[in-house]
C-alpha cells in the first residue's frame, strides 16, 4: 500500500534494529544484514511503500538483478529480507506492532541458484596492465589516490574485499626488509597471516595515506561526507569497482571485487608458479581449491576438441 509519509523514517527502520538486536550473529554477519535491510529500507522510503506486498519485494529483487548483481548477492538479499518478514510474522503480537506484519509477505518467493564460483572471469594480463596503469595515470581526488592502491592490492596479492576493509594502517609492518601488510582472519580477534607489498604497491598506499588528513584507524576509508561508519561496506565494493571499470573501458567485462583474487591466482599460474606457491598465495586451507584455477587454465589451452575435429574430417596428417 502506498503510504502519505514523508519517508524521513519508515515503520521497518526500528524493526530492523529490533530483529538485528534479538538475532545471534557474528559482527560480519550483522553488518551483512543491515546492509542489506537499509538498502531494502531505503527503495521503500524511496518509492513511498509503507507496507509492503509481496510484488514489491519482487519488483525489489528485479531491480537489483538489473543493477548487475552477484547471484550470491541476490541469494544474500532474499535470504536476509524472507528473516526479516518472518520474525516479523512470528512475533506481531510480542511487539505489539502493526498487524499487516502478522502475515509473511515473502513465504512465495523462492531464493536464487548460486552460479559456481569457479566460472568466474579474470581479467587478461594486458587488461590488468590496462587498469593498473590508469588508475595510476588518472589519480586527481583523494578517492582515485584510495582506489589505486586497493585494485593493485588486489590484483597482486590475492586479498579479499573483506580483508582489505579490515586492514588497518598499523598493520603495515617491515619484516626482514620486506614490507608487508598483515592479513586478519574471519571473525579472529587478530591478524594471523600477511602479504608482501611490492615497492609500487608500497608507493601507491603512501601516496594515498599521505593525502589524508583524518585519524581513522583503518587503511581504506570513505570518502563521502554522509558515510557513519569508519570502515568501507561491502557495497562500497560493487560500487567503486562498477566505477573503476567503466572509466578505464572495461565495463564490458564482468569482473567484480572477487574476479581481482581470481585473476591474482591465475597470473601467478601463468607465470610459472607453482600450486603450491599459488596455494600460499591465495591462502587456501587445502591444496584441492587451488587446483581449479589450475585445470581450469588446463582446459582453456588443451586443444582437444580441435584434434577430434582434425582426426573426423581427415584433416592435416589424419587425412
Known amino acids: 500500500m502506498i503510504g502519505d509519509l514523508t519517508m524521513e523514517n519508515h515503520p521497518l527502520e526500528d524493526l530492523t534494529k529490533q530483529y538485528l538486536a534479538e538475532k545471534d550473529i557474528k559482527r560480519e554477519s550483522w553488518d551483512l544484514y543491515n546492509t542489506i535491510l537499509k538498502q531494502y529500507t531505503s527503495y521503500l522510503k524511496t518509492h513511498k511503500i509503507t507496507y509492503a506486498k509481496t510484488s514489491d519485494v519482487f519488483r525489489y529483487l528485479k531491480w537489483k538483478r538489473q543493477q548487475g548483481y552477484s ?3 541476490i541469494y544474500h538479499q532474499i535470504s536476509t529480507i524472507k528473516g526479516l518478514y518472518q520474525y516479523l510474522s512470528m512475533n506481531q503480537r510480542r511487539l505489539n506492532i502493526e498487524e499487516v506484519y502478522a502475515k509473511d509477505i515473502t513465504v512465495t518467493i523462492k531464493n536464487e541458484k548460486i552460479k559456481p564460483l569457479s566460472r568466474k572471469e579474470v581479467l587478461t594480463v594486458r587488461q590488468a596492465k590496462h587498469l593498473i596503469l590508469h588508475l595510476k595515470n588518472n589519480r ?4 582515485h589516490y584510495r582506489d589505486y592502491p586497493m585494485i593493485y592490492l588486489m590484483l597482486t596479492t590475492g586479498l579479499r574485499s573483506i580483508e582489505i576493509r579490515r586492514a588497518k594502517i598499523k598493520d603495515l609492518r617491515m619484516i626482514n626488509n620486506n614490507r608487508i601488510l598483515y592479513v ?3 571473525g579472529r580477534g587478530s591478524a594471523d597471516d600477511f602479504v608482501k607489498l611490492s615497492d609500487g604497491l608500497y608507493q601507491a598506499i603512501i601516496d594515498y595515506l599521505n593525502k589524508r ?3 581513522n584507524p583503518y587503511l581504506f576509508i570513505s570518502h563521502s561526507k554522509r558515510s557513519s561508519v ?3 561496506s561491502r557495497t562500497f565494493f560493487l560500487r567503486m569497482m562498477r566505477r573503476v571499470l567503466k572509466e578505464a573501458g572495461l565495463d564490458h567485462t564482468n569482473i567484480t571485487p572477487h574476479s581481482l583474487r581470481h585473476t591474482a591466482a591465475t597470473m601467478n599460474l601463468l607465470r610459472g608458479g607453482s600450486l603450491r606457491s599459488t596455494k600460499q598465495l591465495m591462502r587456501h586451507s587445502n591444496l584441492s581449491t587451488t ?21 573426423i574430417l581427415g584433416k592435416g596428417k589424419n587425412k
Not at 140 to 143: A, D
Not at 294 to 308: C, G, V, Y
Open 291 to 311: 587446483m581449479i584455477y589450475a585445470h581450469e587454465l588446463d582446459m582453456i589451452h588443451d586443444d582437444s576438441e580441435k584434434r577430434i575435429e582434425d582426426y
Open 184 to 186: 586478519w582472519g574471519k
Open 71 to 73: 547471484s550470491q548477492w
Open 140 to 143: 586527481q581526488y583523494i578517492w
Open 230 to 232: 569508519p570502515y568501507l
Open 213 to 215: 588528513q583524518d585519524k
